[in-house]
């Protein structure tokens, strides 16, 4: 698994399929971030049939149809939503078009599952949690960070098994390498991608949401910098926010496009969960100077300290818990109002940030 470059990054899992093949069908289209790749493989693993894929550019399609032969090129966007049989439609569109897709395929009564960002303005937030009340559709997100990482869904069983108490607060670190000359032109500009407390932001806020039960939150305080991308004044490579939940658990998160070259990964991801009994430190991609493996579990409760490695071990129980979602019209996987309530919580501290300069 390619792990030098996150807009590439695509992890693989065990084949826990939860339908027969033919039960969920379901399409691409927008190829635009690399994304894509994981959210596919785990559709497929957990049992979907990926019958579709859309994208104006030829190169990506034939890329992704080398990765999923079989799959059926679309020459139109119209005759993938004009397909009855498909069921769901997985976009990683430019984040800006993301809504718009999703609109149009839950108009034509299909799910949809959307890369992170979904959405990257108010506006569009709104006219999605309309559609879905009204067609009853899903729009799901592939908040990655937590749903594809094994270390990440294991701190969850932990947390929830009463592990450590009550979480009082999460930390949450995620940085990037930049890797500028191989980003898109959409990726600089922030009216496309969203702002990085949008666009990487809505990771970490999905989690302490998740991890902290919190049903809502406040933005207390947020910032953003543009420190070393002088030929893109208007990307920002540095933001962080300080968040408050309504059940009192407090929330502080860093995301940055710093990650120095000599690092095995493509960011050295952590999330920090304190709890009223011990704490849990997560280390995503790899231990750093320690270990190239990801998924590391650091615990410290009552009893002592312990270390756990669950790389293999755990799997990714959202993909399947999304496709019975879908097929029996069930809500297990996440939340509606968690998925959308994530997003909207960006927004904001996109929108009171302060520009450092």
């Known amino acids: 698994m390619q792990k030098a470059d996150g807009m590439m990054y695509a992890p693989k899992g065990r084949v826990q399929a939860v339908c027969g093949r033919g039960d969920f069908r379901f399409a691409a289209i927008g190829l635009d971030h690399g994304h894509i790749y994981g959210m596919c493989n785990g559709l497929v693993e957990a049992g979907g049939e990926l019958v579709w894929v859309h994208d104006p550019d030829p190169a990506k399609v034939a890329a992704f149809l080398e990765t999923y032969p079989g799959t059926k090129a679309a020459r139109a966007e119209g005759e993938v939503l004009d397909?009855?049989?498909?069921?769901?439609?997985?976009?990683?569109?430019?984040?800006?078009?993301?809504?718009?897709?999703?609109?149009?395929?839950?108009?034509?009564?299909?799910?949809?599952?959307?890369?992170?960002?979904?959405?990257?303005?108010?506006?569009?937030?709104?006219?999605?949690?309309?559609?879905?009340?009204?067609?009853g559709r899903k729009y799901a997100v592939y908040y990655s960070e937590r749903l594809h990482v094994e270390a990440a869904v294991r701190a969850g069983q932990l947390v929830e098994g009463g592990a450590i108490g009550r979480v009082l607060q999460v930390i949450g670190l995620g940085p990037h390498r930049l890797n500028a000359a191989s980003r898109p032109p959409w990726f600089?500009?922030?009216?496309?991608?969203?702002?990085?407390?949008?666009?990487?932001?809505?990771?970490?806020?999905?989690?302490?949401?998740?991890?902290?039960?919190?049903?809502?939150?406040?933005?207390?305080?947020?910032?953003?910098?543009?420190?070393?991308?002088?030929?893109?004044?208007?990307?920002?490579?540095?933001?962080d926010a300080t968040l408050l939940g309504d059940n009192g658990a407090t929330h502080y998160f860093r995301v940055d496009w710093f990650t120095p070259d000599g690092l095995g990964a493509w960011g050295d991801g952590r999330t920090i969960i304190l709890g009223s009994d011990g704490y849990i430190e997560v280390r995503k991609?790899?231990?750093?100077?320690?270990?190239?493996?990801?998924?590391?579990?650091?615990l410290v409760d009552h009893r002592g300290e312990r270390h756990l490695s669950v790389h293999g071990t755990v799997g990714f129980p959202f993909f399947g818990q999304l496709i019975l979602d879908c097929l029996n019209r069930t809500e297990k996987a996440m939340p509606q109002r968690h998925a959308f309530l994530a997003i909207e919580l960006a927004l904001k501290a996109e929108a009171q940030a302060v520009r450092v300069r």
Not at 189 to 218: M, R, T
Not at 285 to 298: H, K, N, S, T
Request: glycine content about 8%; overall charge negative.
């Open 83 to 135: 397909d009855p049989s498909v069921q769901l439609v997985a976009s990683a569109a430019v984040p800006c078009e993301r809504a718009g897709l999703g609109l149009r395929a839950m108009g034509c009564g299909k799910d949809y599952f959307a890369d992170k960002p979904p959405l990257i303005s108010f506006e569009q937030l709104e006219a999605a949690r309309r559609a879905a009340a009204e067609t």
């Open 285 to 298: 991609y790899l231990d750093v100077a320690r270990d190239p493996e990801g998924d590391q579990i650091y």
């Open 188 to 239: 600089w500009q922030k009216q496309k991608s969203g702002g990085i407390l949008v666009n990487n932001g809505c990771h970490q806020i999905e989690q302490f949401l998740y991890y902290a039960g919190a049903a809502d939150a406040a933005v207390l305080h947020s910032k953003v910098a543009n420190y070393r991308s002088a030929d893109h004044p208007e990307f920002e490579d540095f933001g």
